[in-house]
């Protein structure tokens, strides 16, 4: 489902385990094609630095960040929107070269190589919902009474989509304004 908060929830595994990795990686797999440029990019000088990062081929930054991670483990290498076949069967090209450290792949197919364990996600409960809104804007937003009630309605607004809260937080504690005033908006510009 699209916008439950899966490259979120990734990311904030990273951060939050980062000390027990030598490496965080972050490659969009959309495509094979953006899979490959991607992990060519690994080799570059913002993120691995290799020797081989002034080659022409990309097959050869490719091999050289894939040898890079089997010789340094305990890695974590996130795949981004492996969303549909193509993008698995891009993803599983490299599957078995993959050693050494944790992928974390973030899509939504269901599809994907024998090995793989998997993890659904799907939108918060309204409980959480109205927790996350309330801790996300809390020192930011006007506060009134009815602020739960407020969370709870724009919860069922968003679909209680981890996305969709997340934006509506951002805005509610970037302009300062509180969850009726954000519905007005809400209301009166979705359909526009």
Not at 162 to 177: D, P, S
Request: net charge negative; hydrophobic share 45%; with cysteine.
């Amino acid at each position: 489902l699209g916008g439950v908060g899966k490259t979120r929830l990734a990311i904030e595994y990273a951060l939050r385990y980062e000390k027990d990795y030598s490496a965080l990686l972050l490659v969009n797999a959309e495509t094979p094609d953006s899979l490959s440029s991607d992990l060519a990019k690994l080799a570059g000088p913002a993120i691995l630095d290799l020797p081989e990062q002034a080659a022409h081929e990309d097959a050869v930054k490719i091999n050289a960040a894939l040898k890079w991670l089997a010789n340094h483990p305990c890695w974590l290498l996130i795949l981004d929107n492996v969303d549909d076949p193509p993008a698995v069967a891009g993803f599983a090209t490299y599957f078995a070269r993959l050693e050494g450290g944790h992928v974390l792949i973030a899509g939504r197919t269901p599809n994907l190589p024998a090995g793989v364990r998997k993890f659904e996600l799907g939108a918060l409960t309204e409980d959480a919902a109205i927790a996350f809104l309330l801790e996300r804007t809390q020192d930011s937003r006007l506060a009134f009474d009815d602020d739960a009630a407020k969370a709870l309605e724009l919860a069922r607004e968003v679909g209680c989509l981890a996305l969709g809260l997340e934006q509506a937080g951002a805005y509610i504690a970037n302009e300062r304004i509180g969850f009726g005033a954000y519905l007005a908006i809400w209301r009166e510009t979705r359909n526009t």
